[in-house]
């Protein structure tokens, strides 16, 4: 008997389906997939070409790298494959040496790939996924369940891995093309672990990148994790770079005598290599060390008062040279992963910080 408490049923359940619709998108089971490699199709950040299209630098070619460094400058830190699909789903299939970790810096940024896709003209979060340590070249599903609609996307890739190949694998029969870069002008960075991505739960989330997302300025990311520290061979790389400004963040892994010995050499270096193009210093962030070590105040106060020291000299010194300052914190001191490196919101913070400063030093370039 059809009565009224099945009649309620019936339509709650038509309600329902018209809400959510039977027909939603979803990734079949048995889908088959077909893989591009992810340098056939558009890489952004990237600093300067490379044999090897997930390194930054060529360390055959340039030469004076610590064993470290040598690491740093082959992991793609920095580095986005930017596609469209009208896939329902992305598998990634990868391969590199997955042998860094860290207490401080999550798999998914360390090791990890983190999707955005564009939404009503702007880059929104979607997935971000990380390969399994017992089979690292399986592949790994980065999403699925999307609708057929084409979709611009910002795929990050690993910041601490030495990669030999990734795979973008795409649903048989659906369409995986390369787009133009979506970002304007080349502005190289150079810079500590905070430049690196130290600390962050995901690749995006590195301040060089958010400042990418935000403004629509590619930043190319030369973040050596402990190792940025106005080397000389390090000169010699920047030197060699195309870009129309550059940006450092050049004080925060330096003590205070490496910054006085080194920091006029090195402006005079790139100021030779590159006539008229703005050099950008920030100062470095309080690190939260600070707080009850006085050895690490003390140590932390003479960098900060050297580094503002000679760049009022340098400012004044050597024309298209400027400096501002960071801040990583909202007043709450409450952002600090270690002591060292801001968390997500800490890196954002940062990235708020400068904004501004960078952006009306650029549009007196015509970078804009």
């Known amino acids: 008997m059809f009565?009224?408490?099945?009649?309620?049923?019936?339509?709650a359940l038509l309600l329902l389906a018209g809400a959510y619709p039977l027909s939603a998108q979803r990734t079949p089971a048995d889908a088959q997939y077909v893989y591009t490699e992810a340098s056939e199709l558009t890489l952004i950040g990237k600093i300067m070409p490379t044999p090897n299209p997930y390194h930054r630098v060529?360390?055959?070619?340039?030469?004076?790298f610590t064993?470290?460094?040598?690491?740093?400058?082959?992991?793609?830190?920095?580095?986005?494959?930017?596609?469209?699909?009208?896939?329902?789903?992305?598998?990634?299939?990868?391969?590199?040496?997955?042998?860094w970790r860290s207490n401080t810096t999550m798999r998914l940024a360390s090791h990890g790939y983190d999707l955005y896709i564009k939404k009503d003209g702007k880059w929104l979060w979607a997935r971000n996924t990380?390969?399994?340590?017992?089979?690292?070249?399986?592949?790994?599903?980065?999403?699925?369940?999307?609708?057929?609609?084409?979709?611009?996307?910002?795929?990050?890739?690993?910041?601490?891995?030495?990669?030999?190949?990734?795979?973008?694998?795409?649903?048989?029969?659906?369409?995986?093309?390369?787009?133009?870069?979506?970002?304007?002008?080349?502005i190289a960075i150079f810079g500590s672990s905070y430049t690196h991505g130290i600390s962050t739960s995901r690749a995006g989330m590195a301040y060089p990148a958010q400042f990418t997302r935000r403004t629509g300025l590619q930043m190319l990311s030369l973040g050596c994790s402990g190792n940025c520290k106005m080397q000389p061979y390090f000169a010699d790389v920047l030197a060699d770079v195309e870009a129309d400004a550059f940006v450092?963040?050049?004080?925060?892994?330096?003590d205070a005598k490496m910054i006085a010995e080194?920091?006029?050499?090195?402006?005079?270096?790139?100021?030779?290599?590159?006539?008229?193009?703005?050099?950008?210093?920030?100062?470095?962030?309080?690190?939260?060390?600070?707080?009850?070590?006085?050895?690490?105040?003390?140590?932390?106060?003479?960098?900060?008062?050297?580094?503002?020291?000679?760049?009022?000299?340098?400012?004044?010194?050597?024309?298209?040279?400027y400096f501002v300052q960071t801040n990583a914190d909202d007043g709450a001191r409450e952002w600090s992963v270690d002591g060292t490196?801001?968390?997500?919101?800490?890196?954002?913070?940062?990235?708020?910080?400068?904004?501004?400063?960078?952006?009306?030093?650029?549009?007196k370039y015509g970078i804009r």
């Not at 986005?80 to 997955?98: C, E, H, Q």
């Not at 996307?153 to 133009?180: F, H, K, T």
């Open 341 to 363: 490196h801001p968390d997500d919101y800490g890196y954002s913070l940062w990235e708020r910080s400068i904004e501004k400063p960078i952006l009306k030093i650029l549009r």
């Open 67 to 99: 064993k470290g460094e040598n690491l740093q400058v082959r992991c793609p830190a920095g580095l986005a494959v930017v596609f469209r699909t009208n896939s329902s789903s992305i598998k990634l299939i990868g391969k590199g040496d997955l042998s």
């Open 130 to 186: 990380t390969p399994s340590f017992k089979n690292p070249e399986a592949p790994m599903t980065l999403i699925k369940n999307m609708d057929a609609s084409m979709k611009e996307c910002l795929l990050y890739l690993p910041i601490y891995c030495d990669m030999s190949s990734i795979q973008i694998g795409v649903e048989a029969g659906s369409v995986l093309e390369a787009i133009p870069g979506p970002f304007r002008h080349r």
């Open 3 to 11: 009565d009224m408490k099945n009649h309620l049923i019936v339509v």
């Open 248 to 254: 450092f963040d050049a004080f925060s892994n330096p």
């Open 58 to 64: 060529d360390t055959v070619q340039y030469k004076g």
């Open 262 to 321: 080194r920091l006029f050499p090195f402006i005079e270096r790139l100021q030779a290599a590159h006539p008229g193009k703005p050099l950008i210093f920030q100062q470095t962030i309080r690190r939260e060390s600070r707080n009850f070590d006085h050895a690490s105040e003390d140590y932390e106060a003479a960098k900060q008062h050297m580094a503002d020291s000679l760049m009022k000299i340098a400012v004044k010194k050597y024309k298209d040279v």
